[in-house]
């Protein structure tokens, strides 16, 4: 999603799910990795309960998968876009994704976003939750439904950080939103959401910290990933950007790994995840 071409990506990971017939991981993919000069990795994992990797059924579906990914290449070949292909049986595999992207040296992992009800997220481990808590790497989720010409940016920001860990995560969100908003010459704001002690809200200085005008910068009361997600849909945002920290970091009671777990579900845009790890 970047558009400089310091080879601050190498490798761009997209998870191919085989359920679909468009795959806009791969789409999204291709562009980031042909503007970057990076390698696309295209990742696959089928698994099913009681099948073990070894057994016939398991080889066919890799050896299926794999034909399938290597006639999607073959579309991209004459760009001279290096792409590789990995196809794996895993009956876990929605905690196998974060694991195969580290392994092979992602630099981003690109994963169209699967819509779920708060209580189906809350009973059992979805692929998208599993991916964010386990990523070491900045995840873009891709939302099939919105532009492919992305036109405003919203970058989520910790309003006065009293960690390291949070500073450094604002600066990474706002270095990765200016970035993918000058890649697409696209509207980029900003956001903080404070609690009711915090109501002191000195906008220039927000505005200054976030290189932003002032008249892009905001402010909402209330719970993290519900003023994010107001924000979002009022601006008609296309790409929130937000910050994840380590699960055992916690502020106020909140943890902002929560918060973005909390927010897949709350916009319709694609999201941009940075964890601090």
Known sequence: ????????LQRVFA??????????????????AARNGAILHLYCCLGEEGIAADEPMAQFAVERATRWLERLTAEVSESKLETEIEVEWDPKWRERIAGAAQACGADMIIKTVSRH???????KTTSDWALLKNARCPVLLIDPSRSPQPKKVLAAVKLNPDSE??????EQVLSMSHRIASALDADLDAVTVYKGDQMYFDRQK?????NLPRNRVH????????GIAAMARDLGSDILVIGRASHNVKESGMVIGDTAQRIIDAVDTDLVVIPNA
């Open 206 to 210: 927000f505005a200054d910290s976030c």
């Open 219 to 226: 402010a909402v009361e209330g719970a993290p990933h519900k």
């Open 117 to 123: 009800s708060g209580l189906t997220r809350q009973l």
């Open 15 to 32: 998870v191919i799910d085989p359920e679909r017939f468009v795959q806009p991981a791969f789409e999204r993919g291709e562009w980031v």
């Open 165 to 170: 860990t949070y500073s450094v995560l604002n």
């Open 1 to 8: 999603m970047t558009g400089e071409s310091d080879q601050d």
